[in-house]
C-alpha cells in the first residue's frame, strides 16, 4: 500500500491544460455507483468504428465551439459514506459527511481554443452565499482573453475547498470524456463497439474505451501513469454523445447524461455521478445542471 491516499493529475498532453485532477487512490473494498441504464443487446450491424469515431470527433469539436460561450447552474450534492477522517488531524477529527453545492458552471476558452477548461464558481455552500456571482462571472469575460484561462483556473481553485475529501479533486467534471474523444487524443485509447443501446435509441452504439499509450493522459505529480477506460454512448447516425462514462485506475468514477436544450439548441450535460475515495472512504456526488444560457456581456456590463 502506497503512504498516500490522493494523487495530483497534472495533464501533460490533454483536453484541459490548466487543470489539475486530484483523485484517491483504490482502497481493498469496492464501492459501486448505481446508475440506471438500459439494457445493450447485440447482433444488429453497427456503423463501422472508424466511421463511429470520426463522427464523434468531429461533433466533439462543434460541441467544444457551442459551448463556449455557455453557462448552467450547477446544483452538486455530495454524500460520504462512513467516516472520512482528515488527512494529519488528531484522532476522532472527521470531514463533513453531506454538502451542499450551487456553482455557475462554465466552459472557457482563449480565442485559439488551443487552451479550455470547465470549472464551477461556487457562490452557496448548504443554503449559505458565499461570494457576488454576478460581479465575477462578469469580471470574467470583461477582462482580456490572454489571462482567462488563469483567472478561471484560481476561480475553481478557490470552491474546490468545499469539497467532502480532498479539496482540490477536480476529476468530477461531467464533460471530460468528450475532452479525450477529441481527434488529437484517439491514437491513446483503442476502442471497440459493444452493441446498442435501444433504450436511448435504435440507432444509439456504445463503444468501449481503453487507455493503452504510456505515458497516460492523465498523471500523478510525481509523474506516475493513471490509465482511463470507460464507455460512450453515440448515434450512428450524427455522433451526437447521449452518455459517457469514465473510470480510472485509482478507482474513481464519473457518469454523465446529456439531453438536447431546445432552448440552445444543443445537446447539454442535465446530470453528473461521481465516485472518489478519501482515506479508503467512498465519496459519491450527484450534480444537476439547469438554466443554461448563453453569458453575452454588454457595453453597460449587464449579466443575464
Not at 119 to 131: T, W
Amino acid at each position: 500500500m502506497l503512504p498516500k491516499s490522493t494523487f495530483v493529475y497534472r495533464k501533460l498532453r490533454t483536453p484541459f491544460p490548466v487543470l489539475q485532477f486530484v483523485v484517491s487512490l483504490r482502497p481493498a473494498l469496492a464501492f459501486v455507483v448505481v446508475v440506471s441504464l438500459a439494457a445493450t443487446v447485440s447482433g444488429a450491424n453497427p456503423t463501422p468504428l472508424s466511421t463511429l469515431l470520426n463522427r464523434t470527433s468531429t461533433y466533439v469539436d462543434g460541441f467544444l465551439q457551442a459551448f463556449s460561450t455557455v453557462v448552467a447552474e450547477e446544483q452538486y450534492v455530495q454524500d460520504a459514506r462512513g467516516a472520512v477522517p482528515v488527512e494529519g488531524a488528531l484522532s476522532g477529527v472527521e470531514m463533513p459527511r453531506h454538502v451542499e453545492l450551487r456553482s455557475d458552471f462554465l466552459f472557457v476558452t482563449t480565442d485559439s481554443a488551443a487552451n479550455w477548461l470547465t470549472f464551477r464558481d461556487v457562490y452557496a455552500v448548504n443554503g449559505r452565499a458565499v461570494r457576488d456571482r454576478e460581479e465575477r462571472l462578469a469580471k470574467l469575460f470583461l477582462q482580456p482573453d490572454g489571462d482567462r484561462i488563469e483567472r478561471a483556473r484560481r476561480i475553481a481553485m478557490d470552491g474546490y475547498r468545499y469539497n467532502i475529501g480532498s479539496p482540490d479533486r477536480t476529476i468530477a467534471n461531467p464533460l471530460v470524456v468528450l475532452g479525450l474523444l477529441q481527434q488529437k487524443y484517439r491514437a491513446h485509447f483503442e476502442f471497440a463497439v459493444r452493441g446498442i443501446d435501444p433504450g436511448l435509441g435504435p440507432d444509439t452504439w456504445i463503444l468501449k474505451f481503453d487507455e493503452r499509450v504510456r505515458p497516460t493522459i492523465l498523471r500523478t505529480a510525481d509523474h506516475r501513469d493513471v490509465s482511463t477506460s470507460g464507455r460512450v454512448w453515440i448515434d450512428g447516425a450524427s455522433g451526437r454523445v447521449l452518455q459517457t462514462e469514465l473510470n480510472t485506475s485509482t478507482g474513481d468514477r464519473v457518469l454523465t447524461v446529456f439531453r438536447f436544450d431546445e432552448r440552445m439548441q444543443l445537446d447539454v450535460p442535465v446530470e453528473m455521478r461521481d465516485l472518489t475515495w478519501f482515506n479508503r472512504a467512498p465519496i459519491t456526488g450527484v450534480a444537476t445542471y439547469t438554466k443554461f444560457r448563453r453569458f453575452v456581456v454588454s457595453t453597460s456590463q449587464d449579466v443575464p
